[in-house]
Nanobody, 116 residues
């Protein structure tokens, strides 16, 4: 079965950096577009970034463009979100996602907290 596991969250000061990872299993990783989403307290879950199966096509939310970089290693079934210049508005639980025709799959999430 599809399994996604995020890691790398934590507490960081404004302007700092964090690197999130998503380990995937149970499907042919290299064929699937993968994405990162986040949910802040009291807010809806929102799109952050996505990457095509080949890694060639990446898409970012306007709020993170120029600060976050999404990448993947298909040999390791791993996706990474490098987050730089973090600000208070980036505080949220970050989720890894893939949505094949059979449904939408999520990891358990990893907490990112940015403090001033």
């Amino acid at each position: 079965q599809v399994q996604l596991a995020e890691s790398g969250g934590g507490l960081v000061q404004t302007g700092g950096s964090l690197r999130l990872s998503c380990a995937a299993s149970g499907f042919t990783f290299r064929l699937r577009t993968m994405g990162w989403f986040r949910q802040a307290p009291g807010k809806e879950r929102e799109f952050v970034a996505s990457i095509s199966g080949s890694g060639i096509i990446t898409t970012y939310a306007d709020a993170v463009k120029g600060r976050f970089t999404i990448s993947r290693d298909n040999a390791k079934n791993m996706m990474v979100l490098q987050m730089n210049s973090l600000n208070l508005e980036d505080t949220a639980v970050y989720y890894c996602n893939t949505s094949p025709a059979t449904g939408s799959y999520w990891g358990q999430g990893t907490q990112v907290t940015v403090s001033s």
